[in-house]
């Protein structure tokens, strides 16, 4: 087989790229370790910056988007019992649209299908050879099969196969807690997200439809989710979203899970022929709600200079990939950092870094200028800039 661009991995980065290749003319095959099903049931993270919204737009694939999606135009920062709302849009001019990362999938997969366009699932013993380029791997039906390729994208996520074949520098940060993300069904219990602090640890209150609402508890690292009952579950919600005039609407919880928070940033993002994007290049914790947003972010820088290359023969702009990522991905590393030590009890923290945390958590409700700040940088940083 070949093609132009071999894509390891089929969750946003890996389905975007594709997607926007082909929009530019140019060929490649998708190969993913998981089943159809498995990649469009997996609940990850539900928040699309207004860039990304564009984007998915413009590329024509953003019609279920635009009739599902939930555009929000502020969230809330529940301290203190009470709320304080950061008025995105009134600062900003754009809003963001609570959508599930697995909806975002499902879109770009039915979208690669219908252009019949080579996505191939449960592959396994993906080998790639970056200089050469070329991938071998084992397909569905068991027969070993060679791609042949002019460059070969990193897509397969944190603990993929490709970010190893970068000789990089890896800056990590791993945070002294977790999230026990759960879905239930029930309403939402407030039209907005709401981002907790308080004494007995972080809380987020959000939601996927008017159905069904998206819940985050601080736990620690070392946390079993066995040890969460749903009624504990509820209890400590409960608890840490009581605020004046509030009452949590509860209902069945339909999955449940702990995710461990970090931080990480592969430098350089490239090896020979190989270019890596989304989270096999980096990790945020999820308090910013970035990581699907960058994954979109580096595809459609990577998919420009793909393009450039290989439609003029133009390399500047595959030569400053990671430069222009990287400055991306640093903000919202920053951004990501930032809000989770405002918004979460670290293990050991003493009265006066509780103090610290509501002084800025204070500054940020009342001065605009920290609130635009905030916002800014909630709602996306621009691509074209
Ligand atoms: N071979 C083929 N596919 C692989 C391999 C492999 N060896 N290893 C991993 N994969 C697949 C995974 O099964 C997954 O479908 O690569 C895909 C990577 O997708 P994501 O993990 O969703 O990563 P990415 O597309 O970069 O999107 C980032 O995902 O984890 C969230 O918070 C994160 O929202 C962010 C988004
Ligand atoms: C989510 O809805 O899953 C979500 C929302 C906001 C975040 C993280 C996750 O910061």
């Known amino acids: 087989m070949r093609t132009q661009v071999a894509i390891v991995g089929a969750g946003p980065a890996g389905l975007m790229l594709a997607h926007l290749l082909r929009l530019g003319g140019i060929d490649s095959v998708v190969l993913e370790r998981r089943s159809r099903d498995y990649v469009e049931r997996r609940v990850r993270a539900g928040v699309l910056e207004h860039p990304t919204v564009e984007l998915l737009r413009e590329a024509g ?35 963001i649209t609570v959508y599930g990362q697995q909806e975002v999938v499902k879109d ?90 308080h004494e007995r640890g972080f809380a987020l209150h959000s939601m996927r439809t008017p159905e069904i609402t998206r819940l985050y508890l601080q736990v620690a690292p070392d946390e079993r989710i066995d040890d969460w009952s749903d009624d504990r579950i509820w209890d400590e919600l409960g608890r840490r979203l009581a605020a004046d005039g509030f009452t949590l609407a509860t209902g069945p919880i339909l999955e449940k899970g ?68 990287l400055r991306r991905v640093w903000r919202a590393e920053h951004f990501s950092w930032w809000m989770t030590s405002m918004l979460h009890q670290a293990p050991g923290a003493d ?30 940083l621009p691509l074209r800039r």
């Open 61 to 95: 694939v953003a019609d279920r988007l635009d009739r599902e999606g939930m555009p929000h135009h502020g969230i809330s920062l529940r301290f203190d019992g009470a709320d304080h709302r950061i008025a995105l849009s009134d600062l900003t001019g754009r809003s």
């Open 108 to 197: 770009l997969i039915a979208a690669r299908v219908a252009a019949g366009e080579p996505l191939l699932f449960e592959v396994s013993d993906v080998m790639l050879d970056p200089a050469t380029p070329l991938v071998t791997f084992t397909d569905a039906g068991g027969t070993r099969q060679e791609l042949e390729c002019d460059f070969i994208a990193g897509c397969d996520g944190s603990h993929g196969v490709c970010a190893p074949h970068v000789k990089a520098t890896v800056h990590a940060h791993d945070y002294p807690f977790a999230w026990l993300g759960v879905l239930a069904q029930a309403p939402p219990s407030h039209s907005e997200l709401i981002y907790t602090h």
């Open 258 to 325: 702990i995710t461990t928070m970090r931080s990480v940033v592969t430098e350089p993002m490239r090896q020979d022929h190989l270019f890596l994007a989304g989270d096999a290049a980096h990790i945020v914790p999820p308090t910013g709600a970035k990581g699907m947003n960058l994954a979109i972010a580096d595809v459609w820088v990577l998919a420009e200079a793909l393009g450039a290359y290989l439609r003029e023969g133009r390399s500047d702009l595959l030569d400053a990939y990671d430069e222009t990522c």
């Open 351 to 380: 009265d006066f870094q509780r103090k610290l945390q509501l002084a800025q958590l204070r500054y940020v409700a009342s001065s605009e200028a920290a609130a635009t700040s905030l916002a800014e940088n909630y709602v996306g």
